[in-house]
């Protein structure tokens, strides 16, 4: 089964600059998720996927996509035979299920969420 991406998120040296700029060119409306400084632009009704506006941990801009998986661990396992390696350990979101982050054999930054509401 092809594994789509399911989710973007924006790391931004300028949080406030980007969000502004976001909401003004764009119409996004970002809204606080999980932390004060996490915020998730809703796709709404319209076709696309929804996207997290967060600052960057080392001041440089990049878009991350974000990969949906069935199971954390068995995704990790193919990650890691195939050449790529775990940059983040799994990690709990509360209500939304594991993430982690991963980077292909070429360094190319991915992030991985595997749903679970009960989280």
Do not use: K
């Not at 076709?47 to 068995?74: C, F, K, N, Y």
């Not at 209500?95 to 360094?107: K, R």
Request: charged share 15%; aromatic share 8%.
């Amino acid at each position: 089964m092809i594994q789509p991406i399911s989710y973007v998120e924006l790391n931004s040296p300028d949080l406030d600059a980007t969000s502004s700029f976001l909401s003004a060119a764009f119409g996004w409306r970002p809204q606080p998720f999980a932390a004060p400084d996490y915020l998730v632009a809703a796709h709404g009704d319209a076709a696309g996927v929804d996207t997290g506006i967060m600052p960057s941990r080392d001041g440089q801009p990049r878009a991350v996509p974000v990969i949906r998986v069935e199971e954390m661990a068995a995704a990790i396992e193919r990650v890691r035979l195939h050449g790529g390696t775990v940059v983040v350990e799994p990690f709990t979101i509360t209500g939304v299920g594991q993430g982690c982050y991963i980077t292909d054999p070429a360094g190319l930054l991915i992030g991985l969420h595997a749903y679970d509401a009960a989280a």
